[in-house]
């Protein structure tokens, strides 16, 4: 059995049917009671990866678990070393944690502290681990799907400033390799796209798409901040433009870890914009 949390997430969605669809028994775990269009054979269990109790009879007998600490985990919570220990006393042997690239280019960052305890937890569980670190997601665009659908309009601050969006598909592809196959204990990958693309460029790629001009508006760092701190603790806000804005050579790197781990290129924006087209139509 393998256990997937965040199963209704931008990796979750396209991890869930990988590994059924793989023939994988497979336990999509989310804090929601009811859980529908799951794929044949995927059980649902509600459980709170922030809370270790409640996992506990959800990873009994499992023999691996993907990691996803999402929404308010990412700042507080129970000790990650909670959450490890009831797996290893369930049984399990395998955890694939999905980290950022942040935690490893920006150690000092606050907004990434919970994740590098996550990251240490998991090293000293003393179970088989692999630990993801995929830069911006391409699934990000979402943000910009109102305006692209009511005014053709993509409004983002640092317009010329290229970074390797990944797309989530390629994360879970990963995912499911480390946590199905050999080879990948104690691993570390850093995942990306297959180059570097600005948002005046991903506002090219909706033109071509959807086959009608996009235009892009840039905004002022200072407007930018106060669109995030709508929805991102103010803390988090400034290190994020910090990386849109001025990242560091290693946040500009395209990794080769997504072709080394499938045998393939990672998948480009494009590809995810035609794939999500109905959003911004």
């Keep these: 059995m393998i256990i997937v949390t965040g199963a209704t997430g931008n990796i979750g969605q396209h991890l869930v049917p990988l590994l059924a669809g793989a023939g994988h028994a ?26 270790a109790a409640s996992m506990r009879e959800v990873l009994d007998g499992a023999e691996a678990l993907f990691l996803l600490v999402g929404g308010e985990l990412n700042a507080y919570g129970e000790s990650p070393h909670a959450l490890l220990k009831v797996a290893a006393e369930a049984g399990v042997r395998r955890v694939v944690l999905v980290s950022s690239q942040v935690s490893a280019t920006r150690p000092a960052a606050r907004s990434h502290d919970r994740l590098r305890e996550y990251e240490a937890a998991v090293r000293e569980s003393g179970l088989d681990h692999t630990i993801l670190r995929p830069a911006g997601f391409a699934s990000n665009a979402y943000a910009w799907a109102e305006p692209v659908r009511t005014q053709r309009t993509i409004h983002a601050p640092f317009g010329d400033v290229a970074l390797p969006v990944v797309d989530p598909a390629d994360i879970a592809a990963v995912a499911a390799a480390a946590l199905t196959g050999d080879g990948h204990a104690g691993k570390v990958y850093e995942l990306t796209g297959p180059e570097a693309i600005s948002p005046r460029q991903q506002a090219a790629v909706f033109s071509e798409v959807l086959g009608e001009q996009v235009t892009f508006a840039e905004l002022s760092r200072e407007q930018a901040a106060g669109h995030l701190a709508q929805f991102m603790p103010e803390e988090v806000v400034g290190g994020t433009l910090d990386i849109l804005g001025q990242p560091l050579p290693a946040e500009r790197r395209v990794s080769p870890d997504v072709e080394t781990v499938l045998g393939r290129p990672a998948s480009p924006f494009s590809a995810w914009a035609a794939r999500n087209l109905p959003a911004f139509r």
């Design 26 to 51: 497979v336990t999509a775990v989310s804090r929601r009671a009811e859980l529908p269009g799951l794929p044949a054979g995927v059980r649902h269990a509600q459980a709170d990866v922030g809370d």
